[in-house]
């Protein structure tokens, strides 16, 4: 991607600002590289409107004071958190490169957010069966999709992106899967009898190639694709509220803490580089079953 197509205007030299943020940019690629690019080209356009450079003399308040504009164009706090990603990171990056004195951005006051809890509506363990075999009914590429996200929690990219050589390797007895997960990161875990052999039945005869298809087109799916036949099983297993491919990865996740498996364990089924991230899914279940007033009740059951 060229400097021309990350910034909305035509410089006539590289600015050291811009230096910064090409350079900045260069660590990232696809999705997250479009995302920071949108968020320095906001904050480049406002540092234009505002007399400022982007990089060179920015204090603290000027951060604080961009901050507050975001508020003000009505997006949410959590989107304002989101939205300054990018934009700390290019200073973070800067001050390490030696091009500032100091990281303006470090201590900026940003929205406080609750993270406790994970907002998605997962499936609990009768809903996931459910789904899983009302979706073998359809097509196979719905199976496999479905045992994918539900199952090895993968995300909705990472699916669409199996290939069939990618399950093709024994490892110490195990079927395993090899995939590259969020932020370009290698994966491998095994695939389970009943998974392997959904995903048999989806490859049928073919020996290479993307693994799950269209099924009217025999096309590769996309994002597009995950959401649109997860939502069509859904409606199939007569699950009435909104499900997402993210909704099968949470409830694989959930699911698996609720069977037992250790939070370290399911913090690798969950490929979380930090254990809080899978800590938020464990509280979002709300911990209904295991909840200390069962135990407070029992303790004081002659009330």
């Not at 363990?125 to 199976?143: N, P």
């Not at 390797?169 to 392997?196: D, F, Q, S």
Request: a positive charge; hydrophobic letters at 40%.
């Amino acid at each position: 991607m060229s400097d021309s197509t990350v910034f909305p205007f035509q410089p006539i030299t590289m600015t050291t600002a811009r230096v910064a943020a090409v350079s900045y940019l260069a660590r990232y690629s696809g999705r997250t590289h479009r995302l920071y690019a949108y968020q320095l080209r906001r904050w480049f356009t406002w540092c234009e409107n505002n007399g400022l450079d982007p990089l060179l003399g920015i204090q603290r308040a000027h951060v604080e004071l961009y901050i507050h504009q975001l508020g003000e164009t009505g997006l949410m706090d959590s989107s304002i958190v989101t939205m300054m990603h990018g934009v700390r990171g290019f200073f973070r990056f800067a001050h390490i490169d030696g091009l500032i004195a100091a990281d303006p951005a470090i201590y900026a006051r940003l929205p406080k957010i609750q993270h406790d809890e994970s907002r998605t509506q997962g499936l609990d363990r009768l809903e996931l069966i459910r789904f899983l075999q009302d979706a073998q009914t359809l097509t196979v590429h719905h199976g496999a999709l479905a045992f994918l996200l539900g199952i090895n929690a993968l995300r909705a990219s990472e699916a669409a992106a199996v290939r069939i050589e990618d399950y093709a390797e024994t490892l110490r007895g195990h079927r395993v899967l090899h995939l590259v997960g969020k932020g370009n990161k290698p994966a491998t875990m095994p695939i389970t009898i009943p998974v392997l052999r959904v995903l048999e039945a989806c490859r049928g005869q073919r020996s290479d190639g993307p693994l799950v298809l269209r099924p009217t087109t025999g096309k590769p799916i996309d994002r597009r694709d995950v959401y649109r036949m997860v939502v069509r099983v859904a409606k199939v297993a007569g699950i009435p509220r909104h499900i997402s491919p993210h909704s099968l990865r949470h409830a694989a996740i959930t699911n698996a803490l609720d069977a037992g498996v250790p939070l370290r364990d399911a913090q690798i089924l969950a490929r979380h580089a930090d254990p809080r991230t899978t800590e938020h899914y464990d509280r979002a279940r709300g911990n209904l079953d295991r909840h200390g007033v069962h135990f407070l009740t029992a303790y004081v059951a002659g009330v």
